[in-house]
């Protein structure tokens, strides 16, 4: 068979394209496997104190309460980006400039020789519905952010610390957030290298803020700036230009809507109050009083607490109602709030049917 100049022209055009392609999905890929050998062999330094192993884990007793901590795997991701940012090491830097006397630079090397710690701590998306799961906690290893702001000398008109992200987001909280709360540049997640989708290779970590106005992932700047002159991805879309975390708690079994058998039942889940711990929860089964359930072991006040209570289920419908409160003795709001702009409020109520 004779081939055209035009069928030829077109076979070698398409076997060009179809090159094309390859080379450029070559290349990504090429850079993705840099990008992973480059994190795998990243090892981090042991922390100066580190943290003790947790006590025992009350949800190995408790059969779809969540445990002390939030797997890597079983994380929640939120971001904007489409493709997790794939960071090479090799033109990575750190950053600390703005309204500052001392701007610093770092790369990955030289922040990770600094002293790091541990902390465990339960960070949480401004748009977690009540009894929503936008929310984990992880046992954090970090560099302390306060030493980092305090060597670059903030100029004394400075009110806001911002974290650019090398893929254009940004967030901004409060200089004095640092009120001796241990925010850090987070570079380990539950004892592994952080994870790329929760940041590789630095990410902050403010205890008592939303992710959306402090904890930015693959960071890579942090400017001292003010908030009447710049504002964080967020605000501008409506979202509060503070954002501290509210006090929640969540039944994380039995499940909603769901049916159970009659008889012995643990209802049980967990609470947050971001810097004060939790001090007491109250569950309210259809009309009967509150009664005060019991709390596990409190590994930080910066970390969600579990508590679970007995409950003998008889048949029918029920309607299960929990609330917390705070370390310093302040209830739960009730109000029933929505999401936007500052965070979700109310008490986390559940139907069953036990059959
Ligand atoms: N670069 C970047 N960092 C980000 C975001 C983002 O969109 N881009 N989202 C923030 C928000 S809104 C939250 S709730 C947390 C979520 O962190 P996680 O994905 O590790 O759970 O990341 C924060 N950091
Ligand atoms: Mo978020």
Redesign the pocket.
Known sequence: MQISRRNLLKAVGAIGAVTITATAGAKLLTHKAVVQINRAKAAIPKALKPLAPPPPDPALKTPGLSPFFTSNKDFFR?DTAFTIPQISLDNWKLEIVGLVSNPISLTYDQLIARPTFELDDTIS???NEVGGTLIGNARWQGIRLDDLIKEAQPHADADQIMGYSVDGFSAGFPLAALDGRDAMIVIGMNGEVLPDRNGWPARIIVPGL???VSATKWLMRIELTRFDQKHGYWIDQGWSERGPIKTQSRIDTPSNNGELSVGPIAIAGVAWAALTGISKIEIKIDNQPWRTATLGPEIAKTSWRQWWIDWNATKGNHRITVRATDGDGKLQSQANVPILPNGAEGWHTINVKAI
């Open positions: 939120i998306c401004v748009s939303y992710g959306y």
